[in-house]
C-alpha cells in the first residue's frame, strides 16, 4: 500500500437505500471497517429524486446502491444511479436479491461488484469499498502531481 502522509482524507459515500434499517446497519459497517483510515461520510438517498438533488450538490467518492426502490427495481435502478451520476464514480450493488441474471446485467453495465444482503460477509464489502478509496485517493494525488 502506498502512504501518501498521515493526513486523513475524508470521504463522501452515497448510500442509496430506502430502508431505515438497512441503511443504519451498514452504515455502521463501513464506518466500523474504515474509520480507522478515513473520514467517512454516509449520505442516504432514498429515492431517485434524493439521487438528483444530492448528485447536483455536490460530488461523490463512492455510490452503495441497493436494487429496489419505491419507484424502481432491479437493473432498471442501477442503470438509473448511473444515468444521474454521470462521472466515473465506482458503484457497487448491495441488495437483497440473490439473482444470477441481475447480477451480470449490472456488472455488464457497469457496477464494480454486486453483493447480497446477509449473505455476503460484511468483511468483503469492508475490503472492496478500502480498495476502491484508495484508488481513489491515488488517482487524486496524481492529478495534483500533472506529470
Do not use: W
Not at 448528485?55 to 419507484?71: A, K, P, S, V
Request: include cysteine; charge should be negative; hydrophobic fraction near 40%.
Amino acid at each position: 500500500m502506498i502512504n501518501f502522509g498521515t493526513k486523513k482524507e475524508t470521504y463522501r459515500i452515497l448510500y442509496v437505500e430506502d430502508s431505515k434499517f438497512d441503511f443504519h446497519f451498514y452504515r455502521k459497517v463501513i464506518s466500523d471497517s474504515l474509520t480507522k483510515t478515513y473520514n467517512i461520510e454516509v449520505v442516504q438517498a432514498k429515492s431517485i429524486q434524493d439521487i438528483e438533488t444530492l448528485c447536483e450538490e455536490g460530488e461523490f467518492d463512492i455510490i452503495i446502491t441497493d436494487l429496489n426502490l419505491i419507484e424502481t427495481n432491479g437493473v432498471e435502478t442501477f442503470e438509473h444511479v448511473k444515468g444521474i451520476c454521470l462521472d466515473k464514480t465506482p458503484i457497487i450493488v448491495l441488495t437483497g436479491s440473490d439473482d444470477r441474471e441481475v447480477r451480470t446485467k449490472c456488472i455488464d453495465a457497469g457496477a464494480e461488484d454486486f453483493f447480497v444482503k446477509g449473505v455476503s460477509d460484511r468483511n468483503i464489502v469492508a475490503k472492496l469499498l478500502t480498495f476502491i478509496l484508495e484508488q481513489e485517493k491515488m488517482m487524486k494525488n496524481l492529478k495534483h502531481l500533472k506529470i
